[in-house]
C-alpha cells in the first residue's frame, strides 16, 4: 500500500470502520511511514478533541455521533440554529461523518458568531454543491519541475501546468497530468508514466488517488478538503481566517484561508520540497452565487516572505470529458517498474546498511555491471546506463532521515565519465553572430530547446562577436557560465536559458554546495554545418563531479535497499 491509499482509509481506520483483512495492509503501512503515521495520530487527536468538546463519545464512530445529534436537534425546532440546521441537513448535503465533525471543529475556532455562522455556511454550501457533481476538471499553474512528483515543489522554478480530470460518475475515472508525467484511472486499473527515462508504473486496481496525487483530489473532492484541513487545524493549531470580497467584475466571493505549519524543523532535509512537508498559506475562494469553489492560491510561508507556489484559476464543473483522456498511449518500449523480490541470496542484501548499499549501487556502475546495478533500481533504463556507466566514487557521507520520510538519505559525491553532445548555432539573425538555440544528443535529437522569444539584440561592440567562428561562440559561451556571468552568457542565448541556469545555480547554493566545483567542465570541439538544421552543430563533452543526496528505502517484499531518488 502506498501513501495515498493509506491516507485515504487513515479515517476508517482510526474508527475502526475496515475490516480486518482491508485494515492489515494499512497498519502495516502506517509502521513503515513516518509521514503516514504522523497523519494517523492527527486524526486520532482530533477524536480525542471530539471527545473533549461533546461531540464524540469514546469507542463511538463519528458516523452514529452525528446522527445522534441530528436526532436530538429535530426536537428542538423553535431552537434551530444554523448549526443544527448543517447537523440535521448533512446526509442531504453530501458530507462525509469526518466532514460534518470538521466543519463544527470549525466554528470553535473562529472567535465571533458571526464568523461561525459564515464559515459552516461557506464551506458546507461549497461541499454540497460538489456533492452532486458528475465530473471535474482542474486546470492550474505549480511552481516545481516537469518531469519531478507531482506535488514537489519550488519557489525557484517556473511554473507548469498541472491538470486533473476526473469522473464521478457513473463510474470513477481520473487523469492527472503535469509536463514530464501523467497519471491514469480507467477504471479498471492505474497507469503511471515519467516521460523521461520512459518509465510505467502499474497498479492493477482502481484507485481514488495514487503516485502523490491525492492533494489535488483533495480540492477535487471538497468535503475531503473540508475534513482534512479543519482536523488538521484542530490537531496541529493551525490558523483560519475568513472573509469576503468582490471581484472588479462584480463576483462576491467568500474567502477561507488556512494557515497550514509542517511541524518538521527547519533544518529538515525535506522541508518546503513537497507541499505536504512545507508551511503554506492556502486560500480558497467560493463563489457565493453558485456556492463552488472559484479559486485556490496556496503560498509558500517563509521567514523572508511568502511566494505563490501554486494558482488553480481555471475550474470546470460537470463539463462532458472526452472518453479518450481516460486512454494513455505508451511506446512499445517502456521501462515498467519491478517491484524488487526475494533473491537466492537476498539476505546479504537485507543485511547492509544504507550507506553500504548506496556503494554497492555506484560501484556496480562504476563497472558498468547492471545486473548488481539492478539489484538497487528499477527500472535500469539506457539512459541511466549511459550518464552513470563507469562512474568514480568520490565520497559517501553517513546517512540520515527525515520525519517526512519511510526512507534514509545517503551523501555522496561521484565524478561522472564525459558525455557527448551537440550545441546548434545559427547566425541568420539581425545581428550577424553565432548564437546558441538547443542542445542535442550524439544522435542529433532535442535535449534542451533555449527558446529564443525575439530575435539576438545588435550589441554596441556587435563587430567583435560577429567575428567569432561557431566554435567560439559555444566556448565563450561555457566560460561565462563558468564564470557565473549571465551578461555575457546572454550575449550567446536567450533570456530563458540564462534564466534557467541562474535559478539552478541558485538552488545548488542553497544547499550549501560549492558551485564551482560541481559545475561540469566542459570541452568544446569542431563545428559541423548540417543542411537539414540549416545549422551548425558544435560537437562537446561535458565531465561532471555530482554532489547530492540519494534516496533509499527497504519498505519492499525483498526487504532490501531500493535507490529512491537523488540520482
Not at 455562522?117 to 452532486?132: L, P, S
Not at 555491471?369 to 550518464?387: C, H, R, T, Y
Not at 539581425?430 to 525575439?454: E, H, I, N, P
Amino acid at each position: 500500500m502506498n501513501c495515498a491509499e493509506c491516507r485515504d482509509n487513515l479515517i476508517a481506520c482510526a474508527e475502526g470502520l475496515l475490516d480486518h483483512e482491508d485494515s492489515l495492509p494499512c497498519r502495516a503501512h502506517l509502521e513503515t511511514c513516518p509521514a503516514c503515521r504522523t497523519e494517523f495520530e492527527a486524526i486520532a487527536s482530533l477524536q480525542q478533541r471530539l471527545i473533549a468538546l461533546g461531540q464524540a463519545a469514546a469507542g463511538v464512530s463519528l458516523v452514529g455521533t452525528v446522527m445522534e445529534r441530528i436526532r436530538r436537534e429535530e426536537f428542538k425546532p423553535e431552537k434551530e440554529t444554523l448549526m443544527s440546521k448543517l447537523l440535521k441537513h448533512r446526509w442531504s448535503f453530501g458530507l462525509s461523518a469526518a466532514a460534518a465533525a470538521a466543519i463544527i471543529l470549525l466554528v470553535t475556532l473562529l472567535t465571533t458568531p458571526k464568523a461561525q455562522a459564515k464559515a459552516a455556511e461557506v464551506m458546507t454550501r461549497g461541499a454540497q454543491a460538489v456533492a452532486k457533481l458528475v465530473s471535474v476538471h482542474l486546470s492550474g499553474q505549480l511552481r516545481t519541475l516537469p518531469a519531478d512528483n507531482f506535488s514537489y515543489i519550488n519557489s525557484t522554478c517556473d511554473f507548469c501546468t498541472i491538470q486533473l480530470w476526473k469522473q464521478f460518475s457513473p463510474e470513477l475515472k481520473w487523469r492527472t497530468e503535469k509536463p514530464g508525467r501523467v497519471v491514469v484511472m480507467d477504471g479498471q486499473s492505474t497507469i503511471h508514466y515519467i516521460k523521461p527515462g520512459n518509465v510505467g508504473v502499474k497498479l492493477p486496481q482502481r484507485t481514488t488517488s495514487a503516485f502523490d496525487t491525492d492533494w489535488l483530489h483533495r480540492i477535487a473532492n471538497l468535503s475531503n478538503t473540508i475534513s482534512n484541513e479543519v482536523k488538521n487545524a484542530v490537531a496541529r493549531g493551525w490558523k483560519l481566517d475568513l472573509a469576503e470580497e468582490t471581484t472588479t467584475a462584480g463576483k462576491v466571493l467568500s474567502v477561507v484561508t488556512v494557515h497550514a505549519t509542517s511541524g518538521l524543523p527547519e533544518n529538515d532535509y525535506l522541508k518546503n520540497s513537497f507541499l505536504e512537508n512545507a508551511d503554506t498559506r492556502r486560500v480558497y475562494r467560493f463563489d457565493t452565487r453558485s456556492e463552488l469553489l472559484d479559486s485556490v492560491q496556496i503560498y509558500l510561508a517563509r521567514p523572508e516572505g511568502e511566494t505563490l507556489i501554486f494558482d488553480l484559476n481555471q475550474i470546470e464543473y460537470n463539463q462532458a470529458i472526452d472518453p479518450g483522456i481516460w486512454e494513455l498511449q505508451l511506446p512499445a518500449n517502456i521501462n515498467w517498474y519491478q517491484e524488487p523480490q526475494k533473491l537466492p541470496d537476498n539476505d546479504k542484501y537485507t543485511s547492509m546498511t544504507a550507506e553500504q548499499a548506496a556503494r554497492a549501487f555506484f560501484e556496480a556502475c562504476s563497472r558498468e555491471d547492471w545486473k548488481e546495478a539492478g539489484k538497487f533500481i528499477s527500472p535500469l533504463d539506457d539512459g541511466m546506463k549511459q550518464v552513470y556507466g563507469g562512474l568514480e566514487i568520490v565520497s559517501l557521507g553517513d546517512s540520515y532521515t527525515s520525519k517526512a520520510y519511510g526512507g534514509r538519505f545517503v551523501p555522496y559525491e561521484i565524478k561522472l565519465r564525459a558525455q557527448a553532445f551537440n550545441i546548434r548555432v545559427t547566425n541568420t539573425n539581425r545581428a550577424k553572430r553565432c548564437v546558441l538555440t538547443g542542445m542535442y544528443d550524439s544522435k542529433l535529437q532535442l535535449q534542451q530547446d533555449f527558446k529564443w522569444d525575439s530575435e539576438p539584440e545588435v550589441l554596441p561592440d556587435n563587430d567583435v562577436y560577429a567575428r567569432l567562428s561557431p566554435k567560439e561562440a559555444v566556448q565563450t559561451y561555457f566560460d561565462a557560465q563558468a564564470n557565473l556571468n549571465w551578461g555575457e552568457m546572454r550575449k550567446f542565448t536567450s533570456a530563458y536559458d540564462v534564466e534557467t541556469s541562474r535559478k539552478q545555480i541558485e538552488m545548488v547554493e542553497r544547499q550549501g554546495l560549492d558551485v564551482h566545483k560541481v559545475m561540469p567542465v566542459f570541452v568544446v570541439g569542431e563545428a559541423a554545418w548540417v543542411p537539414e538544421q540549416s545549422a551548425w552543430f558544435v560537437k562537446c563533452h561535458a565531465a561532471q563531479v555530482k554532489k547530492w543526496n540519494v534516496a533509499v528505502r527497504k519498505d519492499n517484499p525483498a526487504g532490501r535497499w531500493q535507490m529512491d531518488g537523488g540520482l
